[in-house]
């Protein structure tokens, strides 16, 4: 799954560096709007519940593991969470990197690493069903 997270991010970086909108949205809107469209089309629910963490290794340990609450009355703040047991009850497969730091969940194990590379933003990458 390596190999295959790495091409991704060189794609990405590539789409990057040359603004390609397909990979990119200006704003939150299109962004929302795009995702909203995939989910619709494809069923995809978990993939709209992945959120993007802060940079570093702390915050992506605290977004799959503890407790944050949202705002009043919003019932928003533990989604992570709640991929983190849906990936490891499915036995699917997660790459989650944000910065510099990732989560990766395969075969039910949960393992947070530093990256050598960063990466701008975040990705996260769902495998459902065996390799």
């Known amino acids: 799954m390596r190999d295959y997270i790495k091409s991704i ?7 990057s560096k040359e603004k390609n909108t397909d ?10 709007a795009r995702l909203d469209s995939y989910i619709s089309h494809t069923g995809q629910y978990l993939l709209s519940a992945v959120k993007k963490c ?3 290794l702390e915050a992506i340990k605290v977004a799959f593991t503890e407790q ?3 705002r009043a009355p919003e019932q928003r703040g533990n989604g992570l969470k709640f991929v983190l047991e849906s990936v490891k009850e499915k036995k699917w497969s997660l790459y989650f ?9 395969e075969n039910g194990n949960v393992e947070f690493l530093e ?13 459902a069903g065996a390799d």
Do not use: H, M
């Open 115 to 127: 990256e050598d590379g960063i990466f701008p933003g975040c990705i996260a990458v769902l495998k």
């Open 68 to 70: 944050i609450s949202g």
């Open 9 to 15: 991010i060189e794609e990405i970086n590539n789409a």
């Open 23 to 32: 990979y990119f949205c200006l704003t939150r809107d299109i962004f929302q």
């Open 97 to 105: 990197q944000s910065g510099g730091a990732c989560c990766i969940i």
């Open 54 to 56: 802060e940079s570093d």
